[in-house]
């Protein structure tokens, strides 16, 4: 029986492959006396990097991550530029983003500030009465700002009654309609609102439209242009009168009296005493027509204009001792003739027709109402110019105005100026109502308002 041959001999225990065992070489271990403590595991110069690291290192080096997203790459650097503070998110050894910084100071106020102006914005007249209440306009305290009169539209019929009452506040440069029911009318021309033109007697609808336009061109012309409230020459008023009115116009201009005075047809204020504020003039009332009979058409007109207007600057000269006004003033000296002292109402310094005026100088205003008549003749049956315009009634009365006074002006009283006149003996009344008709036999008297 065959006898089966030992296997190779294994390499025994202890023994590197392939070679000998170190004692019996008669060797010693390398590693005999190595340590592995903490202290080396720290002190090592190399560390292996984990499996998971050196795959994506080498699937990284050909092909770079794509963030689905649309976000940037760590391979795409840091971003240029910085918004609300932040900055580049630096990436670690690996390529990792690193942790986001915390948010600098300034985002969260951007985002306070923004919507603060939002909320202004949506809200502006809160915000502008805010402001009103807490501070004022200039020149006026807080606590006094009035909220602007409600507009008021042309009239369509004879009121019944006075307009209300308005907060009493000193009408200013800045600010001339303050305490005025007029702040809410209508302003300038726009107030003359024509009635629909028909056909009336002899006249068609297209004729009766031209008479009305030219009524209203008249009254724009004698009552609202800049050049003839401040005192000058009505021309363009006197063109639009025919013949015999416009006789007795420039009579009235040339030598005024108390029979025939230029402002029963134009207003105009002596600029020696009297400058307009502004070219605006508040307006109420309105226009209608009717038949005339044989005659033609009349055309009715009721109007009332409020000017603003300030101290000229001889309108010192025309002051007399008095009781001086007691509202307040914020700068000036007294005018001559007035008393000074603690307490006492100091109005502001008066300057020349061409110069500036602060905000603050105190205006008064003048109101005049103007009932006239316009009649338009058959031409068929009278000699007369169907383009121009005749007076058939032509009624005023005014409020802050000297009554005695015939020159060709009107002279309104100043609060700066105390002018006690005794020939007012007449009663007070409203020159803002208009639910009545014009007394022309009205003594003298003083104003409730103006």
Known sequence: MPIAEDPEPRPSEGREPGGSDPSEAGGKDPFADLVLDEEFVKGATVKEQSGRTRMLTARWRHTPPVDPGGRRSVNDGPSKGKRFGRGPRRPDAFGNPG????LEWRAPL?????IAVLLAALNIDGLR?????????????????????PTVAPETARPTAAPPSAAEQQPTVDHPWAGSPAEGWPSGAEAFVLPAAQATGVFGAEEVAGQLQLVKDYLTAANLD??????GRPEAALALLDRGDRDSAEAALAKPSEERNA??????FNPAEAIPVTDVVKVQGRTTFESDGEKGVL???DYTFVYAIRPGPEAAKQALPGKPSTRPSTTGEPAPGLPSGPG???PVALTSVNGDVPGDTWTARTIVRRITDFRFYDPARYQSNPKKINLRRYDSESGNSACNVHDGYYHPQFDQFAQPDPERTGPSLDPYD?????????????????
Do not use: N, Q
């Open 263 to 268: 402002i029963s047809y134009f207003s105009r």
């Open 434 to 450: 208009r639910s009545k008709d014009i007394d022309g036999e009205r003594e003298c008297g003083s104003v409730s308002r103006s």
């Open 110 to 114: 951007y985002v306070v500030l923004t």
């Open 299 to 301: 055309v009715h007109t």
């Open 226 to 231: 800049p050049k003839v409230t401040a005192g």
């Open 129 to 149: 009465s805010w402001y009103s209440e807490h501070y004022g306009d200039a020149g006026t305290p807080g606590p006094s700002a009035v909220a602007p009169a």
């Open 344 to 346: 006492v109402a100091k």
């Open 99 to 102: 942790p986001r910084r915390r």
